[in-house]
């Protein structure tokens, strides 16, 4: 039987617990629509809570209020960036680079997460992999758009210049 203080690693990755109904999100296959990465955003700042709660236990509750409330910002201005990259009528949307740029600090937001669980390898990859599923899953998700806008347009131009031989 093993021991632990304050949460079991299947609890701070929401395998377990009341937010288990995000573990699809956070351990399945990358979102591939802007609404389920918008969920997965969701769900790291219930990671967040639950890692903020973990630290109690060693007397970290300040440090840990700190870190978490730097995440949370984190998080909403990624989500912010996106949504401006998403709103082509903005005068001032972000563009790709200025959104990677957003998602590159998200990344270096997550080290003190992965830093604290440092004795537990598979939970401090894990910690560090989530804003690389974001970023990927923005990437994958835009390319897919491209793709898509490219097909329709060959279609139509490839309809239209068939009509007229």
């Avoid at 995440?71 to 949307?93: G, K, P």
Wanted: hydrophobic share 40%; charged share 30%.
């Amino acid at each position: 039987m093993s021991y632990h203080i304050g949460r079991r690693p299947e609890e701070l990755q929401l395998k377990e617990g009341p937010y288990s109904h995000y573990e699809e999100v956070l351990h399945g296959a990358l979102p591939s629509n802007w609404d389920d990465l918008m969920r997965l955003l969701d769900a790291m700042d219930y990671v967040i809570r639950e890692w903020c709660e973990s630290m109690i236990p060693f007397g970290l509750s300040d440090m840990a209020e700190e870190v978490a409330q730097e995440l949370y910002t984190h998080n909403m201005t990624t989500r912010f960036a996106i949504y401006s990259f998403l709103d082509e009528d903005e005068e001032e949307a972000m563009d790709f680079v200025d959104v990677m740029k957003k998602l590159n600090k998200l990344k270096q937001a997550y080290v003190p997460l992965a830093k604290s669980y440092a004795k537990v390898p598979s939970l401090s990859h894990w910690y560090l992999n989530l804003p690389m599923r974001v970023a990927t899953s923005f990437k994958t998700i835009r390319q897919l758009e491209r793709d898509k806008a490219r097909l329709k347009l060959e279609y139509t131009n490839g309809s239209k210049g068939a009509l007229f031989k």
